[in-house]
């Protein structure tokens, strides 16, 4: 067949967000976090910083990175990897090296495999901590040289992620002592950085950017080398040794989760999907002035996100609601009390993003405290109605309320500019976010034809949120005595959900669309955002099965997930990172609005889907997405580049699902617990609950699986006034 000639075309540049995350070349090592509150440490598969490209290295605090290079030598060369494993609670990160063969003159002085070297890393109060274990294996003694080569940027996180900054402050470095390294770093905001290393015992040589030691190890023998790097402007650097402060940080680890319930189940590979989703939270979760939040996602999202705290605090909140009461007041104490386009802030609205970094504190990116989602304000009335329903909570329910009637002003005044009855989004200023929904890429919202919308944007979820929230605030009201509030709410409740079906519903599509534009013309586009709008009761009965009729097909339901867009159409792109994609949460959310609306098969496809996507992913952990192409036999799903891992609402999700599945209801004023219809996927034989809490009451749940969709549930023990029933499917 003869090659036809082609005419060349000139590529056009494509409009991308300022803020978005650049992904130029692949990691050359794979990589590993940890984190303690303020504090994350990612590293490659080697436990060095910086010694390979593509990755994200670096010890972190406050969105800027201390410590841009960690990198270990012997005798000049890189170690070979042996392997590497983050332990089930996150605490700890193991390494396994050896040497390669040495030569010197061409002749081979120390061969291969002979020392085994071990690196230990955990992250503690501000502080990074590293053991490196020397063992001798051969049969003679070994001389050889460890270098430790390091280096502090002082990088702003954005600057990590791609920004690029024209003008920078001044650092400089200094050796402190025989053991002890500070480098330092005026920035242009004025604030003194500092990072300090302490190295035990002190090194044959040490400069301001590398630490020798030269060791001769005798045959069978152990040595250790002890590095700690402290961050923020230390008094001193970190003098606890390793060993005493790593128990520490597990015992601060084991305290935090003492409340919680534990989950068991028949299958293995779930159990550790749900050890690995614990130790996330958990790892996740910083203590704040207000109570636990978890911070939304490591590394570009290691800060208080209002919209990720809500969500991830809503999908656990049957299992721990303590982080839901910790979100709640931090965002009601950082709620917006005045007018500031360029943070696009109004009074009442809630945060969507907090950071503590030099280009922030400069207005380099406008997100120091950053106001611009439309959906955070609505899920924080909503996430309040649903934490009192669940723990009875009366007396942070009155703690709150003021912040729940400020939110609520927010929603019936400026956030419904045209007073059309919907919530809309439009940016303040030229530097906030395009698009202010979940779905935040410039190209997200867009009609059939693939145009992008313009004007105020009502999107169609957040609808439902405002619809939901309403409703629960008027059950919150009734609680605090205020009939005639709650009767207010709910009136407005019903006429919402009465212009939102006459507005949204698009029968040539058999769903809702995506949102309206500015002119009030709908996006006939399909989409994984009409399947939360069952999570938050706003349609019908007959209109919900559509719904879930239509995202089940193979357009939309890929075999590992729903996606974010059906197949087919305009943008639709399995790579994209929120036009074809797959993010756990969103299916979470979806699945439980199945579940609300009785629809329990869709459920177990959706939770056996995730369930196989997240049985092939590194540590059995879901991350924050991953691509949306067709499920093939004998694969497994394709991963998103950049997507992080972990990320606190994809960590969460098979919480959300097992909620979905078990029909879980929660009534704190007659202190009882229901199962709607409870059903387990084709995966699990039987699950165990321990300690699931009511009030000062819990209970001790089995749950297992007979012939077709029969359960059984047995109540293995009970502490306290509390009542469980099982509802049958009607």
């Not at 209801?665 to 199962?675: C, G, K, T, V, W």
Request: proline residues 6%; charged residues 25%; neutral net charge.
């Amino acid at each position: 067949m003869p090659l036809k000639a082609v005419k060349r075309r000139v590529a056009l540049p494509v409009e991308t967000s300022a803020f978005s995350i650049q992904m130029t070349r692949p990691a050359a090592r794979p990589r590993r976090s940890l984190k303690y509150n303020d504090t994350f440490v990612v590293l490659d598969s080697h436990g060095d910083i910086g010694a390979s490209i593509g990755g994200p290295d670096g010890l972190f605090h406050t969105d800027t990175r201390f410590l841009s290079r960690l990198e270990l030598l012997m005798n000049d060369t890189q170690p070979l990897l042996l392997g590497s494993n983050l332990s089930d609670d996150n605490s700890l990160l193991s390494v396994d090296l050896t040497n390669p063969d040495i030569s010197v003159n061409g002749h081979i002085v120390l061969p291969k495999d002979t020392v085994h070297i071990i690196r230990s890393v955990f992250v503690w109060q501000k502080a990074a901590y590293q053991r490196v274990g020397v063992r001798n294996h051969g049969t003679s003694p070994v001389v050889l040289e460890l270098t430790l080569k390091f280096d502090s940027d002082f990088a702003d996180l954005f600057e990590v992620r791609g920004s690029v900054r024209k003008r920078h402050g001044v650092a400089e470095s200094k050796v402190l002592g025989p053991d002890e390294v500070l480098h330092s770093y005026r920035g242009l905001d004025g604030d003194i950085r500092q990072t300090q290393l302490h190295f035990h015992p002190q090194p044959t040589k040490l400069g301001t950017n590398e630490a020798i030691y030269r060791l001769e190890v005798e045959a069978g023998t152990t040595c250790s080398l002890f590095v700690a790097v402290s961050c923020d402007k230390p008094s001193s650097a970190p003098k606890i040794p390793f060993i005493r402060a790593l128990l520490c940080a597990r015992r601060e680890m084991r305290a935090s989760k003492l409340e919680g319930s534990t989950i068991t189940t028949s299958n293995e590979i779930f159990n550790e999907i749900i050890r690995r989703t614990m130790a996330d939270l958990y790892m996740l979760k910083t203590e704040t002035p207000q109570g636990p939040y978890p911070y939304a996602g490591i590394p570009w999202y290691s800060t208080t996100f209002g919209r990720d705290g809500l969500i991830t605090a809503l999908q656990m909140l049957w299992f721990d609601p303590r982080i839901a009461r910790g979100v709640l007041r931090r965002l009601a104490a950082y709620q917006a009390t005045k007018d500031d386009p360029e943070a696009d802030a109004q009074p009442g609205k809630i945060l969507h993003e907090m950071r503590g970094g030099e280009m922030a504190a400069l207005h380099e990116v406008p997100f120091g405290l950053y106001y611009g989602s439309v959906d955070s304000t609505p899920l924080f009335v909503l996430l309040a109605g649903l934490y009192v329903e669940r723990t009875g909570d009366e007396k942070t329910l009155s703690e709150l309320w003021p912040a729940i009637e400020a939110a609520l002003k927010w929603i019936d005044g400026p956030a419904d500019a045209d007073r059309d009855g919907f919530i809309e989004y439009q940016r303040l200023s030229d530097q906030g976010l395009t698009n202010q929904g979940w779905k935040d890429s410039f190209d997200a919202i867009f009609h059939a034809d693939g145009r992008l919308v313009e004007g105020h944007i009502a999107l169609a979820e957040v609808q439902g949120y405002v619809f939901a929230a309403k409703r629960l605030a008027a059950s919150c009201a009734r609680r605090l005595g205020l009939a005639e509030r709650a009767s207010t709410l709910d009136r407005d409740a019903e006429l919402l959900a009465r212009r939102f079906e006459d507005a949204f519903w698009c029968p040539e599509i058999d769903t809702y669309a995506l949102a309206l534009d500015g002119a009030k013309e709908p996006c006939r586009v399909r989409t994984s955002n009409a399947g939360q709008l069952l999570f938050t009761g706003i349609v019908s009965a007959d209109r919900a099965r559509k719904v879930a009729s239509t995202l089940m097909q193979p357009p939309s339901f890929s075999g590992w997930g729903i996606r974010t867009v059906t197949k087919g159409e305009a943008r639709f792109n399995p790579m994209s990172y929120h036009n074809g994609s797959i993010w756990p949460h969103d299916n979470a959310l979806i699945a439980l609005g199945f579940a609300r609306y009785g629809l329990k098969q869709p459920v177990m496809k959706v939770f056996n889907g995730l369930f196989d996507a997240a049985s092939y992913m590194d540590l059995r952990r879901l991350p924050e997405l991953f691509c949306g192409f067709q499920r093939e036999r004998q694969r497994g799903p394709t991963l998103y580049p950049v997507a992080c891992a972990p990320q606190a609402w994809a960590s969460v999700a098979p919480f959300a699902l097992l909620e979905a599945s078990l029909g879980l209801e929660f009534d704190s004023q007659n202190m009882a617990i229901r199962l709607h219809n409870p059903q387990l996927p084709p995966f699990l034989g039987d699950i165990t609950i321990t300690d699931l809490r009511l009030g000062s009451s819990s209970v001790d749940l089995k749950i297992r699986r007979h012939q077709a969709d029969d359960v059984s549930l047995e109540i293995t023990r009970s502490r306290g006034a509390i009542q469980i029933s099982v509802v049958p499917s009607t």
